[in-house]
């Protein structure tokens, strides 16, 4: 359930932002400050359920390889800690648009370049997190998924293809190949948005298939047995 309240949280906090994202002078305009504040509530709505996959996932990743159950872990941490970075810098136009735009004296110049650098600083953390950082975590899940067979190998596949394509359309962006809301980029983002669909559908409805690798225990404890029967 929190992968897919990720994708929606994700999907509704990037429309609700349109107007500070899109409008260069939104900072000296009239605004749309209450729809970004519910946007900015999606977004945190999208980091906490971020981190909650990493913890829900955690007890059953670390029973087939501990190193990558923590890294795993660990990524998403470091993609909600984006988040919320980009989630300042957006509320951060608010304020400047709210405390300084018509103010006796303020120049608009200068706020347009201050609104407009706060708005890139929220365009780079949306590239380093929910793309480079997501396309890392995916490759480690969906490994640790097609290597202990716990899902179907089609949707673990899935997973390393979305994960690879993510990370080379962000290493695109970030050497300019093209911009990061284009057509390009979006259908870049289909096949890992695919995967958390997916893998999500797939828990909810079955859960984890039968796995010899689920009764290896971490070194140094005793492996669970089970009471049934």
Known sequence: MLFLVTEAAAIGGLVLYGPVLQDAD?????????????????????????????????????????GAALGYVCARLLEAAVIVVGIISVLSVVTLRRDFAGAAGSDAASL??????????????????????LGANSLVLAWLM???????RVIAVLGLAGGTLICASATAVLFGVYEQLSVAGSVAAIPVFAWEVSLAVWLIAKGFKPSPLLDTAPRGEEPHRSTVG
């Open 26 to 66: 939104y900072v000296v305009g009239s605004g749309a400050d209450s729809r970004v504040f519910l946007g900015a509530l999606f977004e945190m709505v999208l980091a906490a359920a971020v981190v909650g996959t990493g913890a829900a996932l955690y007890p059953v990743l670390r029973k087939q390889n501990e």
């Open 112 to 133: 347009v370049t201050a609104g407009r650098t706060l708005v890139a600083f929220h365009d780079w953390a949306f590239l380093i997190g929910p793309n480079f950082v």
């Open 146 to 152: 097609y290597r202990s067979g716990l899902v179907p």
